[in-house]
Structure formats: C-alpha cells, structure tokens
C-alpha cells in the first residue's frame, strides 16, 4: 500500500466511507503524497500528453486569442492574463511569444499561474525564464487570490482534474457512491451511501434517469466557472476553458484514472495516477450565465483552432522545415484538430464579460445565422 492508501483507510476506518469527491481531491492534491503535488506527469515519457506538449501551435493560437480579447476590451493599461493548472507552463510560453505580435499586450499583461503542484511550478519558472525577455510570474492556489482587476483566463485540462461526487438511482432514489476500505483491508472499493441524497443535489436532466444511472456531479467545477464569470463581469474581461467532454448533462460514469498513457483502476494505489472525470460544459455554462457573463460555445477544438488560423500556421512552420519535421508538424496539426483525435471530443468553452463582442473563433459564420 502507498503511505496514502494507509492514511485514507485510517480515515475511512475511523469516520467511516469519503465521498470520491474527497478520495479524488486527497489523491491528487494531498500536500505530500498528492499525484500532481509529486510529479510532473506531462509528455510522451511522463502519464499522459496534452495539446500544448503536442506541438506549439496550440499555444501559439491560445495567445493570438488572449491578444484579440484584450484589444475588444479596449487595451486596458493592466490586465491579469491568468493561466489555471498551467502543466510544465508550455502553453503559456508560446502564447506569450505569439502574442507579442499585438502591439502593447505584452507590456500590460501581468502572468500569474494558478497551481498548486510544487513541481510543476518549478518547472513552469523555468520555461518562462528561458523566454526573452524572461517572464516573472506570480503563482497563487486558488483564481480567487487574484488581484482585482481585468482578466483574461485561460485553462486547459484543469477543470477535468477537480474533484466530482458520483450518485446511483437506486429503488430508494439518488444515493451517493463512496468510497470505502476493501473487504481485505488491502486496497478500496466502492459503497452506496446508507441514505438517499435530496434530489436536489442531481442535476434537473438527469434526475428521472432510469435504475442503475449514475450522476457526476463536481461543486468545485460549479464554483470555479461561476468565480471566473462573476469576476470577468465586475473587472472585464473572458475565459478559455478547454477540456473534453459532452454539452449536455446526461448520466454518465466517466471517472477513470491513468498512468503511463494507459487507464489505470481508479481506486488502486491513490496519488500514483492522475484521476479526472469528463467535463459537463453545459453545467459550467450555466453557472457562470448565472453571474451575468456571456457564453459562447462550447465549439469542438478542431474547428476553434481552424477559426484562429491553424492552417496557416501549419503551412508557415513546414515552410521552413525538413521533411522529418514537416511530417511531425502534419501529425501535430491531425491530432488537434481531427474529428476522430481531439478535435471533436476536446471542446472550447469562452466566458465573456457581456459588454464583450463575440471573441476570436466564436463569431457566428453566417450560414449558421437562422432566419
Ligand atoms: N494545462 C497544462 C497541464 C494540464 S495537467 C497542459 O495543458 O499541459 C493539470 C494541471 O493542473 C497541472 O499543472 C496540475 O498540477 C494542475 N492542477 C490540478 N489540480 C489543480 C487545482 N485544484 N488547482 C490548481 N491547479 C491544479
């Protein structure tokens, strides 16, 4: 068993089952044995890769985004260009660099990384230090210790990393699924809670599902986007929120964990694999409409990086390539943005301050104008 294994069934042992939601958060996040807290599991030898480790033009575009967005602001003087769960700080290094073509941004934007892995953010000063001039970032725990003022957010596979809660319908209702210590003490397994949950902790969609369905719900994800909306209404500004999952709430069970680029038993040795959950965007979107902001998307990844002008950036890079590096480059570009890879499955969800005109990528193209 890892040391975690051995505090959770203490835990579990002294107050009974924890919900996933808590068994996620300590097995990611615990301050010593947490999985993101101890490693840096990004790239092709690390647990699994993401789409700024793929190929620089992901990053390139996401900072042509952040520039496009402060000009509709109106160049603000100042602004807090926000990056939440910024991995090895790849993306934001190349969309500074990107961005740079944009007159003014680079001297207004203030970089502060939200993370909460040690090592991770070591990793992140040093990518930022190589750039020239070097980037000084401020790093916070949390968005909300965030200075006041205009924002531009932008976090990719972060929400799928917080901690969601998972119900059963069952003869006697919605009860929550918790995690308890297994039979032979060795290891965890999932439980019913004794008590039905109130319905009103199950999303409205879902709540008729039939026997047997789960819910996944995820507070933290709730109140992240409605904190980032809330404060792009008051301060101005927008978010970037890219992830995989669906836009519409369904019963699902999503939860999976993984290491070394294969799924892994969710449950098994805590803290050694990363755990994550779909995003449900059509649940974030609704909170953080609630705040005032406006919405726009979620779009399929593909088609927001087709809009931004990948295909222009993708010529422009072989153009000056071998072709060893022209065929990486064309496989970067596939993987992206096909259908098929992620360019459908990864989705791209823009949280605006309303005072905003549609941002970069989500302008309505006028065949989808309905008379
Ligand atoms: N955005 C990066 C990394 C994605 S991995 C990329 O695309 O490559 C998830 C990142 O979120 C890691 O940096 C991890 O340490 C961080 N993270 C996980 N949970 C977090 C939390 N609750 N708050 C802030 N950062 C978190």
Redesign the pocket.
Known sequence: MTPLSRRLVQMIRADGPISIARFMSEA??HPRYGY?VRND??GRYGDFI????VSQMFGELVGLWCADTWLSMGRPEAVHLV??????G??MADAWRAAGVQTGFREAARVHL????PV?RERQASTLAELSPPVRPTWH??FADVAEGPIIVI????FD??PIHQFQRTLEGWRERLVDVALDGQGFRLVLAPRATDAAAIPGAVRDAPLASVSEVSP?AIALAAEIAERAVRCGGGALVIDYGVNETRPRDTLQAVRQHDYHPVLQAPGSADICAHVDFAVLAEAARATGARLHGPIGQGRFLRALGIDARCAKLKAGANSTQRAAIDSAYQRLTDGTRMGELFKVLAITDPVLPPPAGFEVHPSEVRA
């Open positions: 990611l996040a993101y599991p990004l993401t789409a700024p480790e990056e939440l769960g910024p991995g090895r790849t993306l939200v993370e909460i892995s991770l725990h949390r976090a990719n596979e972060l990393a917080l933290a």
